[in-house]
């Protein structure tokens, strides 16, 4: 069964960065499409950043030239880097991971299995 663990969540102040890590274990298939979601209170869960199984990647307009999703150093790790911070990127992150390789929107029903997120709290 596929477990993905979250990491490097915190509090920063705006216009700061934080980086988080995904670390998933017990992959069945050598390609995942891997994302990134967050919701915050009150909200729905939404798609941040999304890195499919040959590579591509795709961002949503809230964050595209702040946030960057990478392959890890460590086999089957997944980072977000989070550049320029605003308040409003305040969430709970949560990494996904889906069977599907080849092309990875950001749409939550996609995935099939999800981390326990990373809480992120960005202050003015």
């Known amino acids: 069964q596929v477990q993905l663990v979250e990491s490097g969540g915190g509090s920063v102040q705006s216009g700061g960065s934080l980086r988080l890590s995904c670390a998933a274990s017990?992959?069945?298939?050598?390609?995942?499409?891997m994302a990134w979601f967050r919701q915050a209170p009150g909200e729905e869960r939404e798609g941040v950043a999304t890195l499919d199984g040959l590579g591509g990647t795709n961002y949503a307009d809230s964050v595209r030239g702040r946030f960057t999703i990478s392959q890890g150093n460590a086999k089957n790790t997944v980072t977000l880097q989070m550049n320029s911070l605003k308040p409003e990127d305040t969430a709970m992150y949560y990494c996904?991971?889906?069977?599907?390789?080849?092309?990875?929107?950001?749409?939550?029903?996609?995935?099939?299995?999800w981390g326990r997120g990373t809480q992120v709290t960005v202050s003015s």
């Open positions: 017990g992959y069945t298939q050598s390609r995942y499409s």
């Open positions: 996904a991971a889906a069977s599907g390789w080849n092309g990875a929107p950001l749409a939550s029903a996609y995935y099939n299995f």
